[in-house]
């Protein structure tokens, strides 16, 4: 599949393990088959209060990065869950 000027935002908060399942490789395996531009934001997905979340947004570079990005936003898809839900599942 082929999309003009397609642009990939990766919306990862918090850690990720180093797997074949990561979503730094999910989103360089789909930039790869859609010949699309992609950003990873790697960023805290929760933060304790609203004054760090605005400072974090307003007033870093990666922030206003966020902003611009969201402006230029057509579609949003997200996904919960693994890829493989049965290898979250240990025994105690």
Same mark, same amino acid.
């Given at each position: 599949?082929?999309?003009?000027?397609?642009? +990939?935002?990766?919306?990862? /908060? /918090? !850690?990720?393990?180093?797997?074949? #399942?990561?979503?730094?490789?999910?989103?360089? #395996?789909?930039?790869?088959?859609?010949? @699309?531009?992609?950003?990873? !934001?790697?960023? *805290?997905?929760? +933060?304790?209060?609203?004054?760090? %979340?605005?400072?974090?947004?307003?007033?870093?570079?990666?922030?206003?990065? +966020?902003? #611009?990005?969201?402006?230029?936003?057509? *579609?949003?898809?997200?996904?919960?869950?693994? !890829?493989? @839900? /049965?290898?979250?599942? %240990? %025994?105690?």
């Amino acid at each position: 599949m082929k999309i003009k000027n397609l642009h +990939v935002v990766q919306l990862m /908060g /918090g !850690l990720s393990d180093v797997t074949s #399942e990561n979503p730094i490789t999910l989103i360089q #395996e789909t930039c790869r088959k859609l010949h @699309a531009n992609g950003t990873y !934001l790697t960023s *805290m997905a929760t +933060v304790d209060d609203q004054t760090l %979340r605005d400072t974090l947004l307003y007033h870093t570079a990666m922030g206003q990065r +966020v902003i #611009e990005l969201w402006q230029q936003c057509q *579609m949003a898809l997200f996904g919960i869950g693994a !890829l493989n @839900a /049965g290898r979250c599942w %240990r %025994r105690i």
